[in-house]
């Protein structure tokens, strides 16, 4: 209004026990009623500050979901370190670098309440507690809230959290022109996370999903291997060269369709210091995975990523091509095939289309001639097919027949 009129109105702000009913209010999810106790005592009463907090919350817990259901991660403790990350940043970044940290804060003030003698190790970490409590007071109320019994840092193995702490460390408020009216519902179609409304608002320019992940590919490197041995074992390797466009990148977004079915092992990251976050989660016929990549990366700094993908394809409904949709400029895209010899392979060709979908017209098409290398002691028809510079919005695939 102040921008129309000048005149600066102030709303009203939240009252702190209705916290707790505001947040869950905002949404049915299960983890967001569960956890709503920790958001209304760690969260201040700004509705605007609110949503944002909860955006991060549901955005990593579906990353993190199998984990969650097979009781590696709590929603509890998320929500707690999610808060912690948002509110007190000091803490957040000595909890990195210190993961026993939150035990250590959350066992003392228990040994406070109950009136312990403590010793002179505890006496340094109070005037450590001391000081962060001062700018946020509700710092013990957030330690020693509990959902259940088991809602707590103390004997918690904290290992499978450390992986959270990449995606935490980049997830920061959308810019304010990118901000949803409402929370969940008018602009995030059909959606119960952050997840599915920033890739469909960065769909829009290939540069805005560069900035939003901060960085942009270079290269894209596919080889697609059927096994000699067993015909329904198939293997992906990928290897891409990613580039920062801003400084603290350290978390990579992959994703895969594939026309196979059977099982899907989740992709193994090969490249040294790397871990994968959890499981792929799949939107549509795309399967999204994130990758930790182990430090930041400055502006201008590179780094390869390579990721191998073991695929059974037991109901045997495997397409028999390899596709890449260019939606981001590349300097190179290499697509390879490996198939069996004793596999007749037949009508092969590399194929350039104008767009993806039905309606793509080929504008490139030429026979592809095999070469015969030998992998693992079998023999293999290799087709490969390299572009230099891909053009942006074009197809390019590989496709064979087997008689």
């Keep these: 209004m102040d921008k129309i009129i000048q005149l600066a109105i102030y709303l009203p702000q939240l009252d702190q026990p209705k916290i707790k009913d ?24 700004n509705p605007r500050k609110i949503k944002q907090v909860l955006r991060t919350f549901l955005f990593v817990r579906d990353i993190m979901i199998d984990d969650i259901r097979e009781g590696r991660i709590k929603s509890s403790i998320l929500a707690k370190i999610v808060v912690i990350q948002n509110q007190i940043p000091d803490l957040f970044k000595e909890f990195i670098e210190r993961p ?11 040994v406070k309440d109950a009136q312990v003698d403590i010793n002179e190790e505890d006496e340094r970490l109070i005037e450590k507690a001391e000081a962060y409590s001062n700018n946020y007071p509700q710092l013990r109320r957030i330690l020693l809230i509990q959902t259940d019994e088991a809602d707590t840092f103390i004997n918690t193995d904290l290992s499978p959290y450390i992986a959270l702490i990449g995606v935490l460390a980049v997830v920061s408020p959308l810019p304010e022109e990118r901000k949803p009216d409402s929370f969940l519902e008018a602009d995030v179609p059909n959606s119960t996370s952050l997840f599915e409304w920033l890739p469909i608002k960065a769909r829009s320019a290939s540069r805005s999903r560069k900035v939003l992940r901060g960085y942009k590919i270079l290269q894209a490197e596919y080889v697609y291997q059927i096994h000699a041995e ?30 196979g079915r059977g099982k899907e092992t989740d992709p193994e990251i090969l490249t040294p210091g790397c871990l994968l976050m959890g499981s792929p989660i799949k939107r549509n016929i795309w399967n ?6 182990g430090h930041e990366l400055g502006k201008g700094e590179r780094m390869e990523i390579r990721i191998k993908q073991d695929l059974l394809d037991l109901d045997h409904e495997f397409e028999t091509y390899m596709a890449k949709t260019i939606t981001e400029p590349l300097d190179k895209l290499f697509l390879q095939a490996l198939i069996p010899v004793k596999s007749i392979l037949s009508n092969a060709f590399s194929y350039e289309l104008d767009s993806s979908g039905l309606n793509g017209q080929i504008i490139y098409k030429v026979a592809s001639t095999p070469k015969i290398v030998t992998l693992d002691g079998s023999s293999y028809s290799e087709i490969s ?11 390019y695939e590989i496709r064979w027949e087997l008689l």
Excluded at 22 to 45: M, Q
Excluded at 385 to 395: A, C, D, F
């Design 230 to 259: 067993d015909q329904d074992h198939h293997t992906q390797y990928t290897a891409l060269l990613i580039e920062a466009i801003n400084d603290g990148v350290n978390i990579f977004e992959g994703k895969y369709a594939w026309t």
């Design 288 to 293: 999204y995975y994130y990758v930790y990549l």
């Design 22 to 45: 505001f947040v869950a209010s905002l949404s049915s999810d299960e983890d967001i009623t569960k956890c709503a106790s920790i958001f209304g005592v760690g969260l201040p009463p």
């Design 385 to 395: 097919y390299e572009i230099q510079k891909p053009r942006l919005g074009h197809r």
């Design 100 to 110: 026993s940290l939150l035990q250590e804060l959350e066992k003392l003030y228990h």
